[in-house]
């Protein structure tokens, strides 16, 4: 990631802010990436969507939304469904790098962010997307006694510069418009860290 060499990375989420919290700042400090962001459900919420397009223009993506089912009781989703869901989303092209959730999840817990990880892992496992390798996102909460934090033992582990975060902050509060108190904001660390695969067999180990 540190090379300068312009790359194709594919960023496949749940909700939309998933991808500021977990890789905004990996997002914003390599500006000269091609990144395409797929978040898989809340398109036909009208104030959480417009909200992700407007944070795509300050981290210089692009993306789309989908609509899976998010509702409060978070009924798990066809397994089917939700990789079609991916596929028609996500531009048929080969990616140098897919990010994306971690198998379970980055807090205690969401199912949505475990369903998608599997569903990402094993679409990349069966040749239906490609990339050269695969990043899944590295944080914990103890089991909901602290914030999420990076996994310091993770793969890769970035401390983020103070602008960086900064401006990674000001999406989450102003652009999302989640309240200083918030869990969100409480939350966006300021460090981000990813378990990387190159192996698609380890991946889905």
């Known amino acids: 990631m540190n090379s300068k060499t312009p790359k194709s990375i594919a960023v496949i989420v749940a909700h939309p802010d998933d991808e500021t919290l977990w890789a905004g700042g990996t997002i914003l400090s390599h500006p000269y990436h091609k990144w395409f962001i797929v978040c898989l459900c809340r398109a036909n919420d009208s104030e959480r969507a417009p909200r992700f397009y407007n944070a795509l223009k300050l981290l210089k993506a692009e993306g789309i939304m989908g609509n899976l089912d998010d509702g409060p009781d978070q009924h798990p989703l066809d397994e089917k469904e939700l990789e079609d869901e991916i596929l028609r989303l996500l531009p048929a092209t080969h990616f140098d790098l897919i990010l994306t959730h971690n198998s379970t999840g980055e807090y205690t817990r969401h199912r949505r962010h475990e369903e998608v990880n599997k569903a990402v892992l094993t679409l990349w496992h069966n040749g239906n997307i490609s990339a050269n390798e695969l990043w899944t996102f590295a944080y914990e909460d103890g089991n909901k006694t602290y914030f999420p934090q990076s996994v310091e033992s993770s793969d890769i582990v970035e401390i983020l510069p103070e602008k960086i975060w900064l401006k990674k902050y000001a999406i989450i509060t102003e652009t999302y418009g989640f ?24 991946a889905i180990l």
């Open 179 to 202: 309240e200083k108190n918030s869990w969100e904001a409480e939350t966006t660390p300021k460090s981000e860290a990813f378990w990387q695969f190159k192996d698609s067999h380890n």
